[in-house]
Nanobody, 114 residues
């Protein structure tokens, strides 16, 4: 059974921080690269961070230096630490494999006020 459950979003002021969590089912987590995606109103979903099973990471240019992706294999949970939040980071954040499978969780809303 596929499970992708995001949590940790909220309303924060610009410059603030959040830590997002993604609980994933084991079969899609242990051997697959995983990513955090986001979709802002009126825009296409984009990938912002990727982590490979070995621990290597990659980030979109717009979030480099502010976002940190990590994973706890034992808990099949992935995290996204978001610092120095900007209003343009406002979006619904999702987790999924890289490349994404045709199943999405409900996402978690991040709203940044200026």
């Amino acid at each position: 059974q596929v499970q992708l459950v995001e949590s940790g979003g909220g309303l924060v002021q610009a410059g603030g921080s959040l830590r997002l969590s993604c609980a994933a089912s084991e079969r899609i987590f242990r051997r697959s690269p995983m990513g955090w995606y986001r979709q802002a109103p009126g825009k296409q979903r984009e990938v912002v961070a990727t982590i490979w099973p070995g621990g290597d990471t990659a980030y979109a240019d717009s979030v480099k230096g502010r976002f940190t992706i990590s994973r706890d294999t034992a808990k099949t949970t992935m995290y996204l630490q978001i610092n120095s939040l900007k209003p343009e980071d406002t979006a619904v954040y999702y987790c999924n494999q890289r490349p994404a499978i045709d199943y999405w969780g409900q996402g978690t809303q991040v709203t940044v006020s200026s």
